[in-house]
């Protein structure tokens, strides 16, 4: 069982998306949730994290600012909201637990940033 990230798409640098993933209940509840990306001949990298209860939230240097995750414990959902993407952020996107377990890779949802 996977999860499956939605929303990507094709932004001009400096526009936003708005990203979502939705989980089974099993998958979800008392979970840290995060978002993890991975460009064209790189690694996997992570992009944010949420606590269970929404309330911690930690994002690498290069994301600060621009990203913001949240969750909907109900809908047992997860969102990455992008604002001023820049070209670097083309990657295609995952949503995975937090720590991620390798059985609940999905395939992602790509997005091209482009000039």
């Known amino acids: 069982v996977q999860l499956q990230a939605s929303g990507g798409g094709m932004v001009q640098a400096g526009g936003s998306l708005r990203l979502s993933c939705t989980a089974s209940r099993r998958m979800f509840w008392n979970n840290g949730m995060g978002w993890f990306r991975q460009g064209l001949g790189r690694e996997r990298e992570f992009v944010a994290g949420i606590s269970f209860n929404g309330g911690r939230t930690v994002y690498p240097d290069s994301i600060k600012g621009r990203f913001t995750i949240s969750r909907d414990n109900a809908k047992t959902a997860v969102y990455l909201q992008m604002k001023s993407l820049k070209l670097e952020d083309t990657a295609v996107y995952y949503c995975?637990?937090?720590?991620?377990?390798?059985?609940?890779w999905g395939k992602g949802t790509l997005v091209t940033v482009s000039s």
């Open positions: 995975n637990t937090d720590p991620p377990r390798g059985e609940y």
